[in-house]
């Protein structure tokens, strides 16, 4: 079955000045352009296609894949304004709209944002949405506390960030949690940190457990031994230089570094962290 905004294997049945025809089974012939069609084709080869519809709501066929298909979310630019709405550059010819009515706030030129795209069931044409939630599960009782996951930061809150998990779901990153700037479109790993028991979903950049401080504490270790048994990265040192380094907190550092002056592994003071040589 032919299934519009997703790449389908098509056989090439015939060839024109003008490009190329498919068998599209139920929808008959589906025309490949030759601006379009993958280099070499030729009449019975079946080739990988992307379809969906033109401006004249012709079904259509592309070898280029688009950033993003359908059911998929996608961080797009928007290329321009128009009286219908806002339209992205998804890596096509013609542009993804993004109707008025699926705007959460009005959209600027240029700018990047995190859309959903979709089938409008009326037209059958695909088009974007930034009203995640209408798309995505906000209920995470099926979701493990704990677990790894893809996020990708989608909005700003007064409590924190907004988060798309692993293209499925939407959480929320506590203030207390961020401890390096995010920008709208960022793509990060993370953590399940709680399931409210309304379902809705805590995230953490990092996990607070025993395995991960016990991680990072030798962390530090090989990375003194790395620099000679030396480091100017004490707990006085800015929390950016801190994340770039081992990717956590300025708190959770401080934590480790006293774990290992308490194990009497390093030295500490304020312009410097010494390893105990053995």
Not at 14 to 38: K, M, N, W
Not at 181 to 197: S, V
């Amino acid at each position: 079955m032919l299934q519009i905004g997703k790449i389908n294997s098509l056989k090439v049945v015939d060839e024109l000045p003008f490009g190329f025809y498919l068998d599209g089974h139920q929808v008959e012939r589906i025309l490949l352009p030759t601006s379009s069609a993958p280099q070499g084709c030729e009449v019975g080869q079946t080739v990988d296609v992307f379809i969906y519809h033109d401006s004249d709501d012709r079904i259509i066929a592309n070898s280029k894949i688009p950033f993003a298909m359908v059911d998929e979310i996608a961080v797009l630019k928007v290329k321009s304004l128009t009286r219908v709405g806002a339209f992205l550059d998804w890596g096509l010819e013609k542009d993804l709209l993004v109707p008025f009515s699926e705007q959460e706030k009005p959209m600027e030129e240029g700018l990047l944002y995190v859309v959903y795209v979709f089938q409008d069931p009326e037209t059958q044409r695909l088009a974007a949405s930034t009203k995640l939630r209408e798309f995505l599960h906000e209920d995470g009782h099926d979701l493990e506390p704990k677990s790894p996951v893809d996020l990708i930061i989608c909005g700003r809150t007064d409590m924190g960030y907004k988060a798309v998990i692993n293209g499925t779901y939407l959480g929320l990153i506590f203030k207390d949690e961020v401890f390096k700037p995010l920008r709208i479109g960022e793509k990060i790993k993370g953590y399940i940190k709680h399931i409210r028991e309304d379902g809705k979903i805590d995230l953490a950049l990092q996990l607070h457990n025993d395995q991960s401080r016990k991680e990072l504490t030798e962390q530090i270790i090989e990375d003194l031994e790395a620099h000679g048994g030396f480091s100017t990265l004490t707990d006085k040192s800015p929390p950016e230089e801190i994340s770039q380094r081992f990717g956590v907190s300025k708190n959770t550092y401080k934590k480790a570094l006293g774990a290992l002056f308490k194990q009497k592994r390093i030295l500490l003071d304020k312009q410097k962290v010494t390893l105990v040589q053995k």
